[in-house]
């Protein structure tokens, strides 16, 4: 496993300390991998999020009107699901 040292102002070294007294995490490195891993999956949901986000807008506007969308939505449902 790779290390990496970091320096962080003293109440979050307490705040880190105090998680592993409680039990929470089995050491320091260890609440610091769970937080990392955290960010990372957040970045991830983000970054799809926002790939979502942009194909949506690409591809126009629907010319149905709302009650139309929704017949076909309620449509596709129940052809699919009985």
């Given amino acids: 496993m790779a ?22 995490y089995s050491s320091t490195s260890d609440l610091i991998r ?3 891993r955290r ?11 926002q790939a979502a986000i942009d194909k949506g807008r690409a591809s126009g506007i629907d010319p149905r009107g709302v009650p139309e969308i ?5 449509r596709e449902y129940h052809a699919k699901h009985g």
Avoid: C, T
């Avoid at 105090?18 to 929470?24: K, L, T």
């Avoid at 960010?39 to 999020?49: M, T, Y």
């Fill in 3 to 24: 290390q990496m040292n970091i320096s962080v102002p003293e109440g979050l070294k307490k705040w880190a300390e105090q998680r592993v007294a409680e039990g929470r």
């Fill in 70 to 74: 929704f017949a076909d939505v309620r």
């Fill in 34 to 36: 769970d937080l990392l």
């Fill in 39 to 49: 960010r990372q999956e957040e970045e991830e949901q983000l970054a799809a999020l």
